[in-house]
C-alpha cells in the first residue's frame, strides 16, 4: 500500500507545479512579449516485483513556447516589436546580460531607456542612456537616433544602437524573473538580420483559452490523484483489520 500512496503523492507533487506554471501563465496573458511556459510531464512503470501495473508521473522538465505572440500597432515611438525571431538583450538585477521580447520601452527622468519591467535595455557598450532631445526615432535595425534641444528636424543624430540577438532557442533557460539566459552562462552574439517595429507591440502568446481548459483537466488530474490516495488508505487500513481477525 505504501506503493501506491507514494505513487499518487507523487502525481499530486507534479500536477500541482503544472498548475502553478499554468497560472503564472494566465496572470501574465497580458504582458508584452510573454512566452508561455509549460511542464512536460510523462509516465513510467514502477519497477520491482510484481507485475508492471502500476505508473509513476515524471518530470521531464519546464519548457517554453516561443511562438510569437499577436503584434499590434500602437504609434507610440518608444513601443517597439521583433519582426520574426530574436530577442532584446536588457540587464537583470544582477548587472548581467538576458534576453527579452518585451518592447514597452520607456524613459526614465535622467535618460535610461528602460522595458516595461523596469530592466534597463542593452546598447552596443551597455544600458542604453539618451540625453535631452526634442524627438526621438528607432530605427529597423535597432538605432536609436534623436533630434538635439535647440536644432532643426534635419539634425538627426545617432545615440546608440539597441543589441539585438537572435540564439538558438534550444540553448535558452527561463529564469524566475521571466528573463531568457543562455545555458552555458556565455552572451549571445549581436545579430544584424534580427528587425524590429517602432509604434508597434508584442503581445503574449498565452492562449487564455487553452490555459483555462488546462486549468480545469489539471484540476480533475490533482483530484484522482487524490483518491488514489485515499483509497491506499482504505486498502492499508482494511488489511490491518483483517490482521486483527483471530
Known amino acids: 500500500m505504501d506503493r501506491l500512496l507514494f505513487i499518487g503523492m507523487n502525481g499530486v507533487k507534479q500536477t500541482e507545479l503544472a498548475q502553478t506554471i499554468n497560472a503564472n501563465n494566465l ?18 512503470p514502477v519497477e520491482g516485483v510484481g507485475l508492471d501495473t502500476r505508473s509513476n508521473t515524471i518530470n521531464v522538465g519546464k ?53 516595461g519591467a523596469g530592466q534597463p535595455v542593452m546598447g552596443d557598450g551597455g544600458p542604453v542612456a539618451i540625453p535631452e532631445h526634442q524627438s526621438l526615432s528607432i530605427g529597423a535595425d535597432g538605432t536609436v537616433s534623436i533630434v538635439p534641444l535647440g536644432l532643426g528636424a534635419e539634425t538627426l543624430v545617432t545615440v546608440d544602437r539597441i543589441r539585438l540577438v537572435n540564439p538558438d532557442t534550444k540553448q535558452l533557460a527561463k529564469g524566475d524573473d521571466g ?46 490523484q487524490v483518491k488514489v490516495m485515499s483509497n491506499a488508505n482504505t486498502l492499508a487500513e482494511t488489511s490491518a483489520r483483517l490482521m486483527r481477525i483471530e
Open 179 to 224: 528573463l531568457f539566459r543562455l545555458r552555458n552562462g556565455g552572451q549571445a552574439d549581436a545579430d544584424a538580420s534580427v528587425s524590429i517595429r517602432t509604434g508597434h507591440i508584442e503581445n503574449s502568446n498565452v492562449n487564455t483559452v487553452d490555459a483555462m481548459v488546462k486549468m480545469i483537466s489539471l484540476a480533475r488530474q490533482y483530484e484522482m
Open 27 to 44: 496572470a501574465n496573458a497580458s504582458t508584452a512579449g510573454f512566452r508561455a511556459d509549460f511542464q512536460a510531464l510523462m509516465a513510467a
Open 63 to 115: 519548457s517554453s513556447d516561443f511562438q510569437s505572440g499577436q503584434i499590434v500597432s500602437t504609434g507610440n515611438p518608444l513601443d517597439v516589436a521583433i519582426s520574426g525571431e530574436g530577442f532584446f538583450a536588457v540587464q537583470d538585477s544582477d548587472g548581467n546580460e538576458a534576453y527579452s521580447r518585451r518592447g514597452d520601452f520607456k524613459l526614465t527622468t535622467d535618460g535610461m531607456l528602460l522595458n
